[in-house]
């Protein structure tokens, strides 16, 4: 899959606690993983960075290019970075509190693994259609999955700004993960929930359908979120499934 990538810190933060990056294993398999610091929160932007760096960093060891084997290693991961981040927390003052938000996609050449915690999301485009492949993990979300509130009332619930799951909160880490069949011409988005602050799904589709590589296609995303006022930092990867052995990633 050919990548792009990139993170901005908006208008109104006054840092960034976004992280983006991909990763290769020794198989040749793609591991592309976005991290956001959680809202305010004490150490946010370590939180992420030690998130996507260990995990990131682990893939590169593996050789491994089954889905079964993918869907035990990110549950595996997840744990084990959830420990890692308490203990770190724990150790040091400054960084008590901290914690992180999580979407990760493993490539194969026919199939996307994907794992996630808390409200960063990803989407499949195939053709014109968009389909957001995530759950959000905030209190909103959570009542309107359980019948509680409309959807009406979700999208301005003061629930959707409290993260239900997340690295580094509790003993407990419990990604959702999935997986599903990609074809050729597939586009894969990850994103932190900056850009669904200010783009609705039609306005995703045409900023990427108009521009002409998918690396114009991110920076645009991410100059239309800022210009229409998200509140927070805004990242986006965006990669297109080519032929098989298509590799390739840029920032």
């Known amino acids: 899959m050919r990548l792009a990538f990139a993170t901005d810190t908006g208008t109104e933060r006054a840092e960034n606690q976004d992280y983006v990056d991909v990763f290769v294993n020794q198989k040749g398999l793609q ?4 991290a956001d610091g959680v809202g305010g929160q004490n150490a946010g932007d370590v939180a992420a960075t030690m998130a996507v760096s260990h995990i990131g960093n682990d893939w590169t060891k593996t050789n491994f290019d ?7 290693w990110l549950v595996e991961q997840t744990i084990q970075e959830n420990q890692e981040i308490l203990k770190t927390a724990n150790r040091y ?3 008590q509190g901290m914690a ?9 050449p026919d199939a996307l693994v994907i794992a996630n915690l808390g409200d960063s999301r990803a989407y499949l485009l195939r053709r014109d259609s968009i389909l957001q492949l995530t759950q959000d993990h905030n209190l909103a979300s959570e009542l309107l999955r359980k019948g509680a509130i409309t959807s009406e009332e979700a999208a301005d619930h003061p629930g959707r700004h409290m993260i239900t799951r997340q690295l580094g909160a509790t003993e407990a880490a419990n990604p959702d993960i999935q997986d599903m069949r990609i074809k050729e011409g597939d586009l894969l988005l990850l994103t932190t929930d900056g850009l669904g602050k200010a783009l609705t799904d039609h306005e995703i589709i045409q900023i ?3 521009a002409d590589s998918i690396s114009k296609a991110v920076a645009s995303l991410i100059t239309t979120a800022n210009q229409q006022g998200t509140p927070d930092n805004v990242t986006a990867l965006l990669g ?6 298509s590799q390739h990633a840029s920032k």
Do not use: C, D, H
Request: glycine share 6%; charged share 10%.
């Open 31 to 34: 591991l592309a993983i976005v």
């Open 66 to 72: 089954q889905v079964s084997t993918v869907r035990a």
């Open 93 to 95: 003052k400054t960084l």
């Open 100 to 108: 992180t938000t999580l979407v990760i996609a493993v490539i194969l």
């Open 208 to 210: 990427i359908q108009q």
């Open 240 to 245: 297109i499934q080519e032929g098989v052995g």
